[in-house]
């Protein structure tokens, strides 16, 4: 039993002397007082180290630790009192190995080995060992520790003063004390040296040996020991449990500090947090809030444990600080309700609770000796546990429950923070993915072009593995797929919308058609669609993919309805312009057909005249006129016939391999060179597969128009480049305004230009280009006109 110690009334605890059978006691000092001259180094102090109990002692410099020291090993001689060790003086204790003390001077013999020294005051013990073995054994014990001074024939005086330490702490435990005593036994040790010293005073702590530790680190002192023995000006001011009590409560004991002091310094220590968690990543505040609370409240052991969405879910681990490896294989998810031990009844009950020995608990391996749950909850409820781990038992302070259920507020708070800033950067992402759908909707390019685009955006807003779009009447469909997917997945998808779709009664709304497929229909005109989303997991499907699903459907609605829109209003502008153009074209094709024919009809009634009497020169003059009208008549019919067949797409081909300088050549061949000088530059060109009448047409319409519109000089160019066949016609006329460019390709337009003609030639010479798998477009020159055409020199399946 704990009673409060008169010196402070809150926090000085010490041991009742009746709850304690001496018999039991390691080390027992009883009212042990020291006088040096007038100064009392000792006063009064009475305490116990019961077998298996570690019992720090800690106080400023002067306090009495080092005198409390000498008088449980028998160095210092009380003026009153009495010190036992195992019932004994501590003199027999230390002659009988029982009790080992590590000096803080250490003791040792700097002219002397390793070995020796560690054998040093056992050698009537050890009479007849032989070197060798002592060298085996002082080994065994520095292995033991953890601890390595090389070789073990130096002097202790070339060792270093962590080696020094080590040889002290070994040669303590080469007889395997009951009761080991260290004064600051890590003081001269390096970090790794240090832990390995902690693990083994654990060690001994469990093999059932009492050991009793002078230190001035507290941290030290919290994570070792059972107990703190607090010293000021010679008096014990506290026993403590360290699982009961702060470390800043024991160094406001220490000092002579106010209760007050501390409790203003953890509200700071708070204030300071809460500052810092402002300004932090809402990922990082709960291991941020966990260790500062252990710093504030010396614990070496938190962890923090956050629930599910439903109640029943278990609990995971969230943060933690300083827990072993099997204590988080145990804590990594914990159970809610009584199974849970503590953390499943705080979650279930949402109240505290404390378990001051859970050593008789049915829980299983993994489990601390000792622990507190305070639960986290908030105003959505209850959201996690946040727990304090101990290796021995006993039961923490109310103040220190009541600080840990303001730390989980806080923690409440953080969660709340996160969740918030979650559900934010969610909504956020949804607005992002339906920008990204309407941007590319609402682009120039045209639906089934910016369709893929916005199945993108939405795939990636929706985080999903396949978005497709189905008309189900027709079974046509785009999908998109994140990288890495096969053909398999977009196929199943495409099925389920499809199948999904022939539901007539559903009309409209968000439906989970599959366990991982969501979907939402519409309808434009008598046109019926279904837009779906695929996840890898189930749980993917959230109410704010679904959302977003809705609103992707709303937008491709309104394309689709624009798209309907904008082709009946291009169909109707097209409608407009084609009459126009027929009407253009029938006053040009009477005025183009009454030329000619007035001429063979003037000429034919001449030569039919009775009254008249023409000479042979005449007659044959007019007779030539007569055919070369005729034949402009039968070449404008041609035209006109291949415009039509360009346009239906049944151009007759008869494709065959044929040199392009020979094409070129024919067509030179066939226009009137007398109109136009034509130079013809020809590289080596492979044959292309070709019609070579198409292709002489429309070199004789491109080098007729040259003479036709005032060009004087053409010259025509033929090379190969990177697998095509390229010729250029350029002339030095007039040339073709850049913004004509693209529509004196078109049928029945012409530029600006008085000479005849129908406006087919520039047309009929694209389609046969076209049908050719070629281009046909328009250089830049600084002097007249470049039209180049691109032929490829392998077999196009158009030209087939």
Known sequence: MWRKFAVDPVFARRVDETARSPDNAAVRLRNVSVHYGPRRALQQVSMTVEPGELVAVVGENGAGKSTLIGCATGVVSPDGGRVSILGRSPAVALRTGEMAVVWQDLALCDNLSVVANIFLGRELGHAFVTGRRMQTESAAVLARVGLSVGDLRRRVGELSGGERQAVAIARALLGRPKVLVLDEPTSALGVNETLHVERLLRSLRGEGVAVLLVSHRIDQVFGLADRV??????????????????????????????????????????????????????????????????????????????????????????????????????????????????????????????????????????????????????????????????????????????????????????????????????????????????????????????????LRALTEGLCARAVALVETQIGEHTTVTVDGDDGAEPADLVGALVAAGEDAHWRHGARRIRPSVCAVPFQVDQRRFVIGARWTDPDGVSSDGAQLLESAARSLRLAVEREAAQRAQAEASALRRAGELQRDFIHRLSHELR??????????????????????????????????????????????????????????????????????????????????????????????????????????????????????????????????????????????????????????????????????????????????????????????????????????ARAS
């Not at 209760?259 to 953890?266: E, F, G, K, N, P």
């Open 229 to 454: 023995i607090a010293l000021r000006h010679g008096r014990l001011v506290g026993d403590l449990s360290t699982v009961e009590v702060h470390a800043d409560d024991v160094l406001a004991l220490m000092s002579g500090m106010n209760v007050d002091s501390v409790a203003r310094r953890h509200l700071a220590r708070l204030s300071s947090l809460v500052d810092q968690l402002a300004g932090v990543e809402p990922s990082a505040s709960l291991p941020m809030i966990v260790s500062a609370m252990s710093t504030a409240f010396g614990h070496q052991q938190l962890c923090v444990h956050l629930g599910g969405e439903r109640p029943a879910d278990p609990l995971l681990l969230s943060a933690s600080v300083g827990l072993g490896d099997s204590v988080l294989r145990q804590f990594r998810s914990v159970r809610v309700g009584a199974r849970g031990g503590p953390i499943g009844r705080a979650a279930a009950s949402g109240l505290p609770v404390v378990e001051e020995d859970l050593r008789g608990h049915d829980l299983g391996s993994g489990w601390p000796v000792s622990m507190w749950s305070v639960p986290i909850q908030g105003s959505g409820g209850r959201y996690g546990v946040l727990s304090g781990l101990a290796d021995v038992p006993g039961r923490p302070q109310d103040d220190l429950l009541r600080l840990a259920s303001v730390y989980a507020s806080l923690a409440a708070t953080a969660i709340e923070r996160e969740r918030l800033l979650n559900d934010l950067a969610r909504r956020n992402q949804v607005l992002e993915a339906l920008r990204g759908v309407l941007n590319a909707l609402a682009g120039p390019e045209q639906l089934p072009a910016s369709l893929e685009s916005a």
């Open 595 to 796: 030329t000619p024919l007035t001429a063979i009809t003037g000429y034919a009634s001449t030569l039919r005249a009775t009254d008249l009497d023409w000479d042979p020169d005449s007659r044959s003059r007019f007779l030539d006129t007569i055919a070369t009208e005729a034949i402009r008549m039968s070449r404008l019919v041609g035209d006109l016939l291949d415009t039509s067949a360009i346009s239906a797409g049944v151009l007759r081909m008869q494709p065959d391999w044929c040199e392009v300088a020979a094409v070129l050549e024919a067509a030179i061949a066939a226009v009137s060179r007398g109109a136009v000088d034509i130079v013809l530059h020809t590289d080596d060109v492979p044959p292309v597969w070709a019609d070579h009448d198409r292709l002489e047409q429309v070199f004789v319409n491109l080098l007729d128009n040259v003479a036709r519109h005032g060009g004087l000089t053409a010259v025509v160019r033929c090379y190969a480049d990177d697998r095509r066949a390229v010729i250029e016609v350029t002339d030095d006329g007039p040339g073709i305004p850049a913004g004509m460019r693209g529509q004196v390709v078109e049928p029945y337009v012409r530029g600006d230009t008085d000479s005849s003609g129908a406006g087919l030639g520039l047309a009929i010479c694209k389609g046969i280009i076209d049908a050719h798998g070629g281009s046909l477009h328009f250089l830049d020159a600084a002097v007249g006109t470049t039209v180049q055409v691109v032929l490829p020199l392998e077999p196009d």
